[in-house]
């Protein structure tokens, strides 16, 4: 998804160069050895002139899928903005963030910032300058040196659990050390005038001899593009911070005036802070978060980060995590550059969605109510349904049952009764903050995704449920359907679920572009999910069901192929072509002409058959028309393979791996979005994509190292991947699994799943 990025067009003239220079990693911080761990490097896609092009990540640490991420705070992150890049020159603080990616706000965040002499709580008046080659970065644990204001330094260490920030700050020459912990600032209305600003109302609660500062944050940037009918009133981050040294002074700090020995107010511009006795070198402090209460953020920090708990071990478990994942994949063959590439993309793969629940119960923000259950957050369904969530399903399976059943809570939470019809569906999109169904991007993959893993297996959940819900995406519009045009991130509308469902498509199978905004994108991708609705239904033997979207699936995109262009085409309620450039999301004819991976088939035939169709794709890259810096092209080089001509996918697929990924801060040429642009490096680097991922079936495309061994979870006997030569030879010769040849580019999900060889005969020349 393409965040906006206007305002650093304007504020960005800087040029990454040699700023991603870091200090190595201390020896207490690389154990236990693992050399996939040692791969990740975090600074990737965090850089240069646009940062919304380059990933939009940041160097956080903390374990996989974890509720907090922790970061130096940079500057203050809103949408398309994110608290950390590396061009800037001063750290503000260390952040707990749960801003999942770049275009989505942050919610409920906590800011840790250490200092010394005169308190200094503002934003503008706090920032600390350093030296970007004493910053440490690894998936675990994170150290800086700042020049302390009215002098010395600070070395400031970070590391983190799921739920538990752990910093530890060296004072060095510096006058009396403190540190602030804040609740509320000037909030970023929005995301297209910064100086539009929220302040919102946080407690601080100060226990002097617990050495806590608690309190709360009811900040969420997203709430302007949520759905009206469940505003989450109740929302709010909570955090407890206990620190090991005692308090010497205590207070609260309101816009910048602070306020000593006061222990509790609730405030904006609100921060509470502690002073530690002169010459105290090292200050030690863990912070709690929750979205239940500061009580609960105290039990998550009694439960991760114990009292005696030192950093070093905190660090080693959050490797620890990491490397039980990571190591599952070990590469023969493969540069460092491809290795650091690899690892840091399989360390995005693992980060979303985040876990929400705590101790077995979460807040709901749909019902304002807490819940017991497993919950995540952060979905970014638009983008990961395409190869991300095919990757969560090989690699984190444990995490399978939670995320679907998270999903279905959304589902229940909204609409217990199924006559209330405009809520109640899957959201289009689960992406922050617990504001769902937000009116962003198309479809409701959502149905893809639960389909994709009733396909591949997956249970664990109420599938009858699950079949409830996606029946309903797929067959109850939004209520305000007809007076609402749901453009991209409309602001202050409802649900937009499938919007058009009930003025055109279905009765005629088409979005009618001059009721509804995106119309043409809206078509495909509704008939995608229709289509992966009835491979559910296969599963469960709705036999009539199955039939009937299968119907819509297979043949609605064609209700919108103009015949005398030769490419897909938005129409109008009567029927008329609504004109090439009209009705695409985040995209254009070109790409959206491609976005039916469910019959591919059909759309060669349209095209004039085979041979045409491998023609109008070389159209396609030649022309510069694939846009690999965003999802809707992904699928596309891949396509080659569907017709007989797997060579120009080995080739595309090569190109676009050197091209649009590296190991650099700008190595990322297009957004994250919480994984996927990493999935397809991952399954591209391995040999296979999963282009109709409902399907459960793979394309064959290159493999880029000569062995891949890969321990899936669960699962005894490891997939040896061997492609001798691959790193020079790009092309496949020959593909066998199992020792049964692979003779149409396909691969199924359950033909690797138990394990096994799936070996690739290489050939330097097109065979
Ligand atoms: C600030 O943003 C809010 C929410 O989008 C909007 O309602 C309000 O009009 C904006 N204010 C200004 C001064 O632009
Ligand atoms: C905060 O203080 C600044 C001056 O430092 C002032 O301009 C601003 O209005 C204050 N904001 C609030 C909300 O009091
Ligand atoms: C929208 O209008 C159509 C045609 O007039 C009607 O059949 C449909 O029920 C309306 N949809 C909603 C959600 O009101
Ligand atoms: C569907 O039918 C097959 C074959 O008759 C049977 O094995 C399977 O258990 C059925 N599944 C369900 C969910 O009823
Ligand atoms: C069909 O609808 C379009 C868009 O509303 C309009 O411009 C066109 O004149 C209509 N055509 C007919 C034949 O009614
Ligand atoms: C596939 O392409 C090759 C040439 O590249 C040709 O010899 C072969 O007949 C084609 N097969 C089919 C099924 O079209």
């Not at 709690?288 to 609960?296: K, M, N, R, T, Y």
């Not at 349904?385 to 229940?412: Q, V, Y």
């Not at 469960?540 to 030769?566: C, H, M, S, V």
């Amino acid at each position: 998804m393409l965040a906006d990025v206007s305002i650093y067009l304007l504020s960005f003239l800087l040029s990454v160069g040699s700023a991603a220079l870091a200090k190595a990693v201390p020896p207490a911080f690389r154990r236990p050895a693992s050399d996939a761990v040692d791969h990740v490097d975090p600074i990737i896609g965090n850089g240069g002139v646009i940062p919304s092009h380059t990933g939009g990540m940041i160097p956080s640490t903390a374990p996989p899928f974890a509720m907090t991420r922790w970061v130096a705070q940079t500057r203050q992150n809103y949408v398309s903005v994110p608290p950390y890049i590396l061009t800037d020159t001063s750290i503000h603080g260390f952040q707990g963030t749960h801003q999942p990616a770049i275009w989505m706000g942050e919610s409920g965040q906590v800011i840790v910032v250490p200092g010394a002499g005169n308190i200094r709580s503002k934003f503008e008046d706090r920032g600390m300058t350093f030296d970007k080659g004493t910053e440490v970065r690894t998936a675990s644990y994170y150290s800086v040196e700042l020049d302390a204001l009215g002098g010395g330094t600070i070395l400031a260490e970070q590391s983190a659990t799921s739920r538990v920030g752990h910093l530890r700050f060296t004072f060095q020459h510096t006058s009396t050390p403190y540190v602030i912990v804040e609740a509320t600032r000037a909030a970023v209305v929005g995301h297209t005038d910064t100086t539009n600003t929220t302040l919102h109302i946080g407690s601080i609660r100060i226990d002097p001899h617990a050495r806590e500062i608690c309190g709360s944050n009811p900040e969420r940037q997203d709430s302007i593009i949520g759905p009206l009918s469940t505003p989450a009133r109740g929302f709010s981050g909570y955090f407890c911070a206990r620190f090991a040294q005692p308090f010497a002074s205590w207070g609260v700090a309101t816009n910048g005036t602070t306020h000593a020995g006061v222990t509790r107010r609730d405030d904006r511009l609100l921060s509470g802070f502690a002073t530690f006795a002169p010459f105290t070198k090292v200050v030690d402090v863990r912070i709690g978060v929750s979205f239940i209460s500061i009580e609960q953020a105290r039990r998550n920090l009694d439960r991760e980060i114990p009292d005696s708990e030192t950093l070093e071990a905190t660090a080693r478990k959050t490797r620890v995590a990491w490397a039980e994942k990571l190591d599952r994949i070990q590469l023969e063959g493969a540069t460092e550059k491809q290795k650091t590439i690899f690892y840091t993309g399989f360390f995005h793969s693992l980060q979303y969605p985040y876990e929400t629940s705590e101790e077995g119960r979460y807040y709901s923000g749909f019902d304002d109510q807490v819940h017991q259950g497993d919950s995540y957050n952060g979905y970014s369904i638009w983008d990961t349904f395409r190869a991300e969530w095919a990757w969560l399903i090989l690699f984190a399976p444990e995490r399978m049952p939670g995320m679907i059943t998270s999903m279905l809570n959304d589902f229940k939470e909204v609409c217990p009764s199924f006559l209330d019809f405009h809520a109640g569906l899957i959201r289009v999109d689960r992406e922050v903050g617990f504001q769902n169904g937000r009116t962003s991007s198309v479809g409701t993959h959502a149905d893809s995704q639960i389909s994709e893993a009733v396909v591949k297996g997956v249970r664990g959940f109420d599938l009858e449920l699950a079949w409830q819900a996606v029946v309903k995406d797929a067959s109850v519009p939004p209520v305000d359907d007809n007076t609402t045009i749901y453009g991209d991130r409309q602001e202050n509308v409802d649900y937009e679920v499938r919007s058009g469902l009930s003025t055109v498509y279905a009765q005629n199978g088409w979005v009618a572009s001059d009721v509804h905004s995106e119309a043409g994108s809206c078509t495909l991708d509704y008939s995608y999910d229709d289509y992966a609705i009835s491979l559910f239904a296969d599963v469960l033997n709705k036999t009539e069901d199955a039939q009937f979207y299968r119907d819509r699936g297979l043949g609605n995109p064609f209700k919108i192929f103009n015949d005398a262009t030769g490419f897909m085409e938005a129409r109008n309620a009567n029927g008329s072509f609504a004109g090439p450039d009209a009705g695409w999301t985040e995209g254009d004819k070109w790409i959206y002409t491609f976005d039916v991976v469910q019959n591919i088939p059909e759309l060669a035939r349209r095209r004039g058959g085979n041979a045409n169709f491998v023609q109008f794709l070389d159209e396609h890259f030649d022309g510069a028309h694939n846009q690999h810096t965003n999802e809707p092209s992904h699928h596309i080089p891949y396509l080659y393979g569907l017709v007989n001509a797997s060579s120009k996918t080995q080739e595309r697929v090569r190109s676009i791996a050197v091209t649009d990924y590296d190991d650099t801060p700008t190595g990322l040429l297009g957004n994250e979005d919480c994984g996927q642009m990493s999935a397809w490096y991952l399954f591209s680097a391995l040999g296979f994509y999963p282009v109709d991922p409902a399907s459960g079936n793979y394309v064959i495309g290159s493999p880029f190292f000569d062995k891949a061994t890969i321990r899936l979870p669960g699962v005894a006997r490891p997939l040896v991947i061997s492609s001798p030569g691959a790193p020079s030879q790009i092309y496949v010769k020959t593909s066998v699994i199992n020792g049964e040849k692979i003779s149409n580019s396909i691969i199924a999900h359950e033909q690797l799943i138990h394990g096994g060889e799936l070996q690739f005969e290489m050939s330097l020349v097109v065979v």
